[in-house]
């Protein structure tokens, strides 16, 4: 398991305890990440709306999505690649978006509802997905790629995390002191990290910085605003065994207009994970089962994710540094973890307690966590060595920028007399594809440079 370079690519000579083991750990490697992204959101929806989210976008759903959503993609993708399905971060700035809606239906909404509207996004983004999957089928991944260039995904991607900016500096501010603790380990994990360490510095994080507010709440310190650093009064009200709180979608044409463009930067996401899984692994998944499979897989636990009330659902960068580590291939010990993550996701004690994480280290976190995915766009485009001598790559990038920072409350307009709102994010990613199109000198070429392609998501 630990001692030797030579790959295992079937766990089961390894014995029953060590692949538990081995899928408990690729668990934990998922496990900061993917529950960070419904406390996130749900600190997004309290500063909007006053209040917390009681169903839709708990930590106990999230779970029990990635867990199903991993094991739904495993039967698409034949059993074959072993790939874990976590929270996507890159729907955040959707999900405040809804938060912040206040005309139309959304004037004086409840939280659950405006999540719900936000989750039936979710689900026609995940649609995307098989939509993509069933074209490139047809025609093949390099026609469809050239729609898609680094020029256009890689701007688009830094839009994401610079929108999402003024939410961290919100959180953090509640109390600079955790929140710079927080901040500090993961840099500190991520450069010096040995490691399982290496691969876990938000998980790290949010522990250490935890036990700090532990600490300073039992010495009786508060905020600088008087308010209690730790409450737990909902540990105390939770069961040991329950049912996840989850909470069937609705639809409306303007969160669907907010959610469902992001999943132009989250299958670009998919792409990059697919390539580095299969270079880590020494198998080319993008050709058997092949990327239209995989594809499929993620975006029916994505619209399963939306229907049940969960966040979008993705593969993880995680994932890859853990094969890597580990050595071990097997797609069983990803199923096993997937288990795991659906067998905590019944303890709604665990979701209590998780559930007490103070805004400020969410803050912390969120420093790291927003500025790593703009520097992913960035390196989008340099390790895709996009030209940005070429006037027409300056233009396209400039005019996302433009769109995707200046429209901040969006486009709203009337149709057949329904108010319809068009996100900056939607309205970035349109007007690069356009551009893109219409614009003469695409160069880019999908699978020419494989280092680029590799790296042409938003991991975590």
């Known amino acids: 398991m630990g001692n030797s370079n030579e790959a295992i690519r079937d766990a089961r000579k390894l014995g029953i305890p060590k692949m538990l083991i081995l899928g408990l750990q690729h668990m934990f490697a998922m496990f900061g990440a993917t529950i960070l992204v419904p406390i ?5 929806f309290k500063q909007a709306c006053g209040e917390d989210l009681t169903r839709g976008l708990t930590v106990s759903v999230t779970l029990f999505c990635a867990g199903f959503g991993t094991l739904l993609f495993h039967v698409c993708a034949k059993m074959k690649v072993p790939a874990f399905l976590g ?51 047809l025609v093949g991944v ?15 991607i830094i839009c994401i995390g610079l929108s999402l900016a003024g939410s961290a500096i919100n959180n ?3 109390n600079w002191f955790l929140a710079l603790i927080a901040l500090a380990v993961i840099i500190i994990f991520n450069i010096w990290g040995k490691g399982m360490f290496k691969i876990i510095p938000i998980l790290m994080g ?6 700090a507010a532990l600490i300073m709440n039992a010495c009786g310190m508060t905020n600088p605003d008087g308010s209690a650093i730790l409450n737990f009064a909902s540990i105390s009200a939770s069961g040991w065994v329950g049912l996840p709180p989850f909470q069937i979608c609705k639809f409306d044409v303007t969160a669907i207009l907010v959610m469902a463009p992001i999943a132009i930067a989250t299958m670009m996401e998919h792409v990059g994970d697919m390539s580095a ?7 080319n998944y993008l050709a058997d089962p092949g990327l239209h499979r995989t594809l499929m897989g993620d975006g029916l636990a994505t619209s399963l994710a939306g229907l049940i009330g969960g966040p979008a659902n993705t593969t993880y960068g995680e994932n890859t540094g853990v094969l890597e580590l580990s050595k071990v291939y097997d797609p069983k010990v990803i199923r096993i973890a997937a288990v795991f993550a659906v067998i905590i996701s019944f303890i709604p004690k665990v979701s209590a307690v998780i559930s007490t994480m103070p805004a400020s280290i969410i803050g912390g976190v969120s420093f790291m966590l927003y500025g790593m995915i703009s520097a992913i766009g960035v390196r989008n485009v340099v390790e895709n060595e996009v030209d940005l001598t070429k006037s ?18 969006g486009i709203t307009f009337t ?23 219409i614009l003469p000198g695409n160069d880019y070429e999908f699978g020419v440079n494989e280092k680029g392609d590799e790296n042409r998501g938003i991991h975590q």
């Open 415 to 437: 149709v057949a007399g329904a108010s319809i709102t068009l996100t900056a994010l939607a309205i970035a990613a349109i007007a690069g594809i356009l551009l893109n199109i």
């Open 172 to 174: 953090a501010s509640t």
């Open 392 to 409: 027409r790559n300056l233009i396209i990038a400039g005019v996302i920028f433009v769109c995707g920072l200046g429209f901040s409350s």
């Open 142 to 156: 390099k026609r469809v790629m050239r729609f898609l260039p680094p020029v256009v995904t890689g701007p688009v």
């Open 40 to 44: 996130l959101v749900n600190s997004y």
């Open 206 to 211: 949010v522990v250490i910085a935890y036990a």
């Open 87 to 137: 929270s996507s971060f890159a729907f955040l700035g959707g999900f405040s978006t809804v938060a912040n809606l206040s005309n139309g239906i959304y004037k004086g909404m409840n939280v659950n509802d405006k999540a719900a509207y936000a989750c039936g996004g979710v689900v026609i983004a995940g649609l995307f997905y098989l939509v993509l999957a069933l074209i490139i089928r």
């Open 277 to 283: 899984i299969s270079a880590t692994v020494g198998e």
